[in-house]
């Protein structure tokens, strides 16, 4: 290939990652609005979290760290539409305003990732690095976000 197409080829590159980076910034590429909190569950949420503190159960991938562990239970309360879950899809935020990231495979009574039908629910821990007492929690898998107070 010539200069000419290799600079076609970076040009066209580059205007997609532009607009690719101007849609998800305006939140088009999910259903939710990143500059909000996401909203409480209530009983009337399409999908209900619920979120209790747990003991960390360290699985055969425990790195010997310290994690903090969550136990959450997602249920679909829609009539039409499955929901998908995933570990991935969780976050965890401190007392302090903190928000952590979720580890995979280091806590043993992990959420499954599943796809659960109208009026299915699933529990399961989800574990973070470090040591804190957690506030919150937010399940968002780009179409539904809901948050629940750890309690």
């Not at 076609?8 to 990652?17: E, F, L, P, Y």
Request: glycine fraction near 8%; include cysteine; charged fraction near 15%.
């Amino acid at each position: 290939m010539n200069s000419r197409g290799n600079s076609m080829i970076r040009k066209t590159i580059g205007a997609v990652a532009v607009v690719a980076s101007a849609i998800a910034g305006t939140g088009v590429l999910t259903a939710c609005d990143p500059s909000k909190p996401a909203p409480i569950s209530t009983a009337n949420s399409l999908v209900q979290l619920a979120a209790t503190p747990t003991a960390f159960t360290p699985s055969v991938l425990d790195d010997g760290g310290t994690y903090t562990s969550v136990l959450v239970t997602v249920t679909n309360t829609r009539k039409d539409k499955a929901i998908s879950v995933n570990p991935l899809y969780f976050t965890i935020t401190d007392t302090e305003g903190n928000k952590h990231t979720v580890e995979l495979g280091m806590e043993q009574n992990q959420i499954a990732a599943v796809e659960l039908q109208p009026g299915e629910k699933v529990t399961g821990a989800v574990a973070a690095k470090g040591s804190f007492t957690a506030k919150t929690v937010v399940f968002d898998n780009l179409t539904d976000q809901v948050r629940a107070d750890v309690s």
